[in-house]
């Protein structure tokens, strides 16, 4: 018996009582639309003023917003597809993962391409305007997206290559595992995920001691561009805890296996919920010009 069928029988045998399961369920939906309804009033505040989405530095944010509410949005369905159904078929949930794991994957990247707007702004400010425009901004965006992309549709190819046919009509508890088996997608997600931290860290050091050179004897704007790194470097740490995730759970469901599905609830608040909360602290709450909108747009839906 594989780890894979270990986990999904450990979730079987010790399935949590009616009363936890609705309490667990709620906590994770509750958070998940509070979650989403600040970052739909970011997203809201970023498209009604032409000044943020001419701004390079905006345009990534919400890009990284966007990512946040897909993210939450299909983990908060799984979640609550693994208490209700608990078994679906094999092509929604590869759907469903692969969606998921596109917004993952491009979070860290996405956080390495604003460490180095930020780094540009205050190392090179008279050259700011000629290096960071829109259009190369989009196209930046566009290579996370290509990237993340064919990192998670190989996971789809190999798979459609090496299982059979009746494999896709199935039904599985829905989890990257389950859906993507093959031996060699786990160790080619760990060569990835690999180079992926280890360039998004070389980043977010590199411009964060150039910036900290910087603001020794610069203005106040290079020493919140410094702070603005290290809130960065934070939530790539907290994206790091999804990679070591999968194996910290299949020691903790050997040693504890009655309390794994404690365990699972605890992980997806920690890996998934808790990093997503960071993004609206950032620009949405740190951010005077982008606060001062924001506040407009949430006090008038108060008042309505």
Known sequence: MNVTSVNATAVLQYRDSFSKAMTKNVIVVALG?????????????????????????????????????????????????????????????????????????????????????????????????????????????GLIWATTMFSAVSDLFITLATEPQDFFHSKVFCIRQNVFPNPIIIKKRDITYSVFLVLVWITIFYTYFR?????????????????????????????????????????????????????????????????RSISPIIYGVRDNTFRKYLKKYLCRVCIL
């Open 33 to 141: 639309i509070f979650i989403n309804y600040i970052n739909a009033a970011l997203i809201h505040t970023f498209c009604k003023h032409q000044m943020f989405y001419m701004n390079p530095r905006y345009i990534l944010f919400i890009h990284l917003v966007v990512n946040d509410m897909i993210q939450v949005t299909l983990t908060v369905i799984l979640f609550v597809i693994s208490y209700t159904i608990y078994q679906i078929n094999v092509s929604i949930c590869c759907i469903l993962i692969l969606l998921a794991l596109f917004a993952t994957e491009n979070t860290p990247l996405n956080l390495a391409c604003m460490a180095v707007e930020c780094y540009i702004a205050i190392c090179f400010p008279l050259r700011y305007v000629q290096i960071s425009t829109v259009n190369r901004t989009l196209m930046l965006i």
């Open 211 to 275: 910036i900290l050179s910087t603001a020794k004897t610069a203005s106040k704007d290079a020493k919140k561009a410094r702070n603005t790194i290290l809130l960065h470097g934070f939530q790539v740490l907290l994206c790091m805890a999804t990679y070591a995730a999968p194996p910290l759970l299949t020691v903790l469901q050997l040693w504890f296996p009655k309390n794994y599905t404690d365990f699972l609830f605890a992980c997806y608040i920690i890996v998934q919920i808790l990093p």
